[in-house]
T-cell receptor, first 113, second 116 residues
């Protein structure tokens, strides 16, 4: 069965510093992996997705993630945090047969001025 | 283009009362999903529709929850009777069918249910 583990429930950074949100996955076959962002009172928005093409995936708003099979990781990074990045971030793995999404527990990102 | 629309955005009811949530998916999206998101958790799938057919309802508590998608467009999720533990955010999402190119799931803003 597929699952994801988000290693940090909260991450705090200063504006302009790098962001790292960590995610490990478990899958019996080559997974499809996603990062979604959820701002307060707004719907979940897809940041980026990995589907067995390039291992370094670039997403919206300057975010990117690297698929590392040897480490079963799919960490989300951004070189320079912006105040508007403050939100809840979810790492997600997909059941390849049905596209069922399995969400992690989320990481709340705080950005301080 | 309008996104996934959900109503109401907020609902407060007393336990044992019925409640219903409505979802209008993105035009042309045949696949519709209902998710439950408890506080501090990620969303969990309740039911998935392909057009008007419920193709995965294995996680739907059928003793009190029901859903329908008449005509394969709008969908309604109902709880009767509601319990205190049902307090959560109910999310609707839609997409093109699994396996189609670029079939991203688009989420609505959710309905926040509080059961007193």
């Amino acid at each position: 069965a597929q699952s994801v583990t988000q290693l940090d429930s909260h991450v705090s950074v200063s504006e302009g510093t790098p962001v790292l949100l960590r995610c490990n996955y478990s899958s019996s076959y080559s997974p499809s992996l996603f990062w979604y962002v959820q701002h307060p009172n707004k719907g979940l928005q897809l940041l980026l997705k990995y589907t067995s093409a390039a291992t370094l995936v670039k997403g919206i708003n300057g975010f990117e993630a690297e698929f590392k099979k040897s480490e079963t990781s799919f960490h989300l990074t951004k070189p320079s945090a912006h105040m508007s990045d403050a939100a809840e971030y979810f790492c997600v793995v997909s059941d390849g047969n049905t596209d069922k999404l399995i969400f992690g527990t989320g990481t709340r990102l705080q950005v301080f001025p | 283009e309008a996104g996934v629309v959900q109503s109401p955005r907020y609902k407060i009811i007393e336990k044992k009362q019925p409640v219903a949530f409505w979802c209008n998916p993105i035009s042309g999206h045949n696949t519709l999903y209902w998710y439950l998101q408890n506080l501090g958790q990620g969303p969990e799938l309740l039911i998935r529709y392909e057009n008007e057919e419920a193709v995965d309802d294995s996680q739907l508590p059928k003793d009190r929850f029901s859903a329908e998608r008449l005509k394969g467009v709008d969908s309604t999720l109902k709880i009767q009777p509601a319990e205190l533990g049902d307090s959560a955010v109910y999310l609707c999402a839609s997409s093109t069918p699994p396996g189609t190119r670029n079939n991203e799931q688009f989420f609505g803003p959710g309905t926040r249910l509080t059961v007193l």
